[in-house]
Structures are given as structure tokens and as C-alpha cells.
């Protein structure tokens, strides 16, 4: 089994910056894949950064240029660094990882809990 335990979210005023980390642990062999989702209220889950575990990046064209996705490969963790936060941004924001657990097996999803980030304007 595999756990995602995030951490860093909160209440930022509008035009501050945040940062959310994510490690994953447990039984691990390789993750692939690390990234973040957000779902504000009424609103369906959407993408908002990943990272392959070489580094490849893609972001949400609402958060591109404000926000930045990295990666620790040795600590298994996943960061988000989020600038010039804006009310839109605010909503539960989850980490997701594809993960290995044995070298033969296929990658399977996992969530953290979610963290709660919250923009006043």
C-alpha cells in the first residue's frame, strides 16, 4: 500500500505565493507520474500540474506562468509553488502519483487527502 501526505496549504492573501508538498510512501518501487489536482466547490476535479519522473512538466493554461511543479525523486515528493494566487485558485487541492509497487506490476493511481487553499481577495 501506498500513502500521499500533503502538506502546505492555507489562507494567502490574493497576489501571495504558497507552496504544497507531497511525499509519498510506502511500498514503492518507481512512481511514474506525480501531480496535482484541485476541486473548488460545485466544480468538477481538474488537472493543474504534473511531472514525469524525468522531469517533463505539463500545467492548466490558467496557472501557467504563476505556478511551478517539481519534483525530489530520492525523497518521493512532489512540490507545487504557486505565485500571484488569485480568488480562482481557491479549492481543495489533492496530489496524485502512479505508482509501482514491484517491478512487474503496472502503475496504479493514488490521492493524498487534499489540502485546503484559500485566496482572499
Known amino acids: 500500500q501506498v500513502q500521499l501526505v500533503e502538506s502546505g496549504g492555507g489562507l494567502v492573501q490574493a497576489g501571495g505565493s504558497q507552496r504544497l508538498s507531497c511525499t509519498a510512501s510506502?511500498?514503492?518501487?518507481?512512481?511514474?507520474?506525480m501531480g496535482w489536482y484541485r476541486q473548488a466547490p460545485g466544480k468538477q476535479r481538474e488537472l493543474v500540474a504534473g511531472?514525469?519522473?524525468?522531469?517533463?512538466?505539463n500545467y492548466a493554461a490558467s496557472v501557467k506562468g504563476r505556478f511551478t511543479i517539481s519534483r525530489d525523486n530520492a525523497k518521493n515528493t512532489v512540490y507545487l509553488q504557486m505565485n500571484s494566487l488569485i480568488s480562482e485558485d481557491t479549492a481543495v487541492y489533492y496530489c496524485?502519483?502512479?505508482?509501482?509497487?514491484?517491478?512487474?506490476?503496472?502503475?496504479?493511481?493514488?490521492w493524498g487527502q487534499g489540502t485546503q487553499v484559500t485566496v482572499s481577495s
Open positions: 511531472i514525469t519522473s524525468v522531469g517533463n512538466t
Open positions: 510506502g511500498s514503492i518501487f518507481r512512481i511514474n507520474v
Open positions: 496524485h502519483a502512479v505508482v509501482v509497487s514491484k517491478w512487474y506490476d503496472a502503475g496504479k493511481d493514488y
